[in-house]
């Protein structure tokens, strides 16, 4: 594994996740079971969406360089383009992404088993969070490094890492990071990204 290709992969898929619906899915949530139960339905979930992610992007790989890059780059710049786009209304949104998810929750029951609570915040994240950014950023990855373990690994860990903090600390974060800010910080590192891919495009 590769550290390096871990830890950018790690660091795109975190900054871009951060202000998205899956921060305030999991907060939610743990409002609603147990938190531990709901990190690691929530983790599960990724899990799952991460190998999905991998595997097509491994499958990519076969495609010419050229078509690779040029797709590569596009998805870097359709998601800098949707991070700005719904960055001004990112923090009028989030009430009605709290009620959304409180919905797909249900009552308060914090004396569900954890295998239940699990199994809860497994079935509402891997059902909503589909063909989301951070899932095309992950393949584009792939097919950028062709190491699919470490952009897994580097890509999950992302992931664990903002539903932890969603999990244990996301009222007092919100408080003090605007989701707008994170959106246009997620924008940013796209648009990085699709600056190399088109200096390596060129290059070659």
Known sequence: MDLTV????????????????TFIAALVLSTRFRPLAVWVGVGLAFGVQCLVAVTAG????????????????????????LLIKTAPGADAEEKETEEEYAAKAGSDDARKSFLKAAAASFAILFAAEWGDLSQLLTISLVTRYHDHISVFVGAWAALLAVSGLAVIAGRVLLRYLHLSV??????????????????????A
Do not use: N, W
């Not at 491994?58 to 780059?73: F, H, K």
């Open 6 to 21: 871990a830890a950018v992969t790690f660091g795109t898929i975190f900054l871009v996740e951060l202000p998205d619906k």
């Open 58 to 81: 491994a499958l990519a790989t076969l495609l010419p360089d050229v078509l690779i890059e040029s797709v590569a780059l596009l998805i870097f710049l359709v998601g800098a383009f």
């Open 182 to 203: 994170l959106h246009y910080v997620g924008a940013a590192v796209c648009l990085l990204l699709a600056a190399v891919t088109v200096y390596e495009i060129v290059a």
